[in-house]
């Protein structure tokens, strides 16, 4: 019997295989493309979102330092007496300056017990200006335009009634008696927010006033939109009621009253921008602002697109308690695989005899760029200076996603390096004032502040640990005469000659300072009485024998110096000078150029 059978077809078996190995390679390779893209995009907005957060809470560490220490330095001037609570004039010519050496800063100002302000600052647009009550107390508040040599020009605005008491920033300075940051805050004139540190001023134990610095947030408001978030991504700053500080997208922070006067805060919830509201709302579900303890990540959708979001809290100890939320778009990350991951499954599915080839290709324009990327943003994580990433691609999603990274990283590089040369520049600033508030500008020496608070720390040094120490007092015999009979002039010189050689005759641990007039105080670190006592000796025979040059030639002078031993016994500073004092005072009745102890 003879058996005929339908054969299959070699040709349709050879393309029906073909296809099955291409459908299989298709599928693994758009699996593995998939998968790459995902999990590059995860990283990349986890690494922007960090580093976008660690720029913000550097800026905002660096631009919260500068009141603290202009305040600082203010109220040491005030309560050494080189500046005077009463002198409007002195005090508006000192603002001036620090509002030039602080850009960052928007005002500085004092009010005084009676109500009275004086404030030197600067507009948004870096116009600077004054402000003042007439009289120097409670009444017309006047603010006042300067031209680029600092003199007064028009009258910019003016509003009655103003009491510099009555204000958050002054009432609460003096409650705390202490340094604090106010509560944010609405302008007195309604235009911006602000946040005030305030310093109470006290002389002679009594107070004169508040001395503050007032940071205008909309700047942190800049500062946001000129780093941005990628793309259009977005960050805000808010308290933990959730009412806003700082965004970085141009809509008004403050709502309006009826006769459009800005009285109060937009809250997260409340803001007019969409993706803010929602995000504040992923929060809020997950117990809210105040709930936030560290680094905390969600993400959410938003008019179908997916959202990065990252909140972190920055807190310092002087009241500030803010957070930070940086929100990245995932459309910004990666345009070409988010818009076309459908396409690209449609497109490999409908081209299945050029499988082999788009795998190719796929490795080639593809892949291999995802690669570099990738690698780019861990060296990124290491150092804000990337090299830029250079392939060549035919695929335009590709090329947009390194043409976006290579912007991105040119940017953060660039605002990494303005932000450290701009700290550097303040430090040194800083450092400068630091000196001229603790030195003694004739002689060089630790001024009066300064040194009662260094011997303060070597008093609970030897207390706590049983050590010794002596303290001398050296006062220059009949002084007055020096002056009477060359001059003031010269009297300074013979004080900073003998500024100049206390300096190079003690040791390393030593201190040396000027307390007043023609008295020097000398701290030695672990010498016993004795030990000072032939210091002190050899101290008065070299001063004795030496002459200082003066605009009225040589001068010569004697000194009498009381020598006392500090003791772990011993209850305050006061009663340590008190008896180095009484020696160098017997010394003086025994017939001046003597040492003696007490």
Known sequence: MIFKTKGMSLHRTIIGAFIAVCLFSSGVAGFVVYRVGHRTVDRFARQIRSDTTSKIKEYLKDFLSHPMVINGINVSLMEQGRLSPDDPIALEELFKREIELYPTVSSVYFGNMEGGLINSGREDSDRKYVIETEGFKAGTFKKIALDDRGNRGELLSSFPGFDARTRPWFIKALETGAPFWSEVYVLFSGHDMAISASYPVYVDGKPVGVM?????????????????????????????????????????????????????????????????????????????WGSIKGIDLFD??????????????????????????????????????????????????G??????????????????????????????????????????????????????????????????????????????????LTVEATTDFLTGLANRRSFMERLKIEVARIRRYRGVGSLLL???????????????????????????????????????????????????????????????????????????PTDEGAVSFTVSIGITQL?????????????????????????RDRVEIG
């Open 212 to 288: 503050a610095t007032d940071l205008s947030l909309s700047r942190v408001s800049s500062f946001l939109r000129s780093i941005g978030g990628g793309g259009s991504g977005i960050s805000f700053i808010v308290d933990r009621a959730g009412r806003l500080i700082a965004s970085s997208e141009s809509l008004p922070i403050l709502t309006p009253s009826r006769d459009g006067v800005p009285v109060d805060r937009h809250t997260a919830l409340t803001y007019p921008h969409p993706a803010v509201q929602e995000a504040a709302r992923t929060v809020e579900s997950s117990g809210g």
């Open 300 to 349: 959410f959708k938003f008019n179908a697109n997916k959202m990065y979001l990252q909140v972190t809290p920055f807190i310092d100890d002087r009241g500030i308690d803010w957070v930070v939320a940086v929100v990245i778009p995932e459309r910004d990350l990666a345009p070409g695989i988010i818009a076309d991951r459908g396409s690209f499954i449609s497109l490999t599915l």
């Open 351 to 432: 081209l299945v005899l050029f499988a082999v080839l788009l795998g190719m290709v796929v490795a080639r324009f593809f892949i291999v760029p995802m690669s570099l990327l990738e690698g780019a943003i861990s060296a990124m994580s290491k150092d804000s200076k990337t090299d830029p990433l250079v392939f060549s691609s035919q695929f335009k999603e590709v090329s947009l996603i390194i043409e976006s990274f290579n912007r991105m990283a040119a940017r953060m590089h660039s605002a990494m390096n303005g932000l450290k040369e701009e700290i550097a520049r303040r430090e040194r600033v800083e450092k400068a």
């Open 474 to 548: 050296l006062d220059i015999d009949r002084f007055k005469n020096i002056n009477d009979n060359y001059g003031h002039n010269v009297g300074d010189q013979v004080l900073a000659g003998l500024g100049e050689l206390l300096s190079s005759v003690v040791r390393e641990g030593d201190l040396p300072g000027r307390i007043g007039g023609e008295e020097f105080l000398i701290f030695l670190s672990e010498t016993s009485v004795e030990g000072a006592g032939h210091f002190a000796e050899r101290l008065r025979q070299t001063i004795k024998k030496r002459t200082t």
């Open 567 to 591: 003791s772990p016994d011993d209850i305050s500073i006061d009663q340590i000078i008190a008896r180095a004092d009484q020696a160098m005072y017997r010394a003086k009745e025994l017939g």
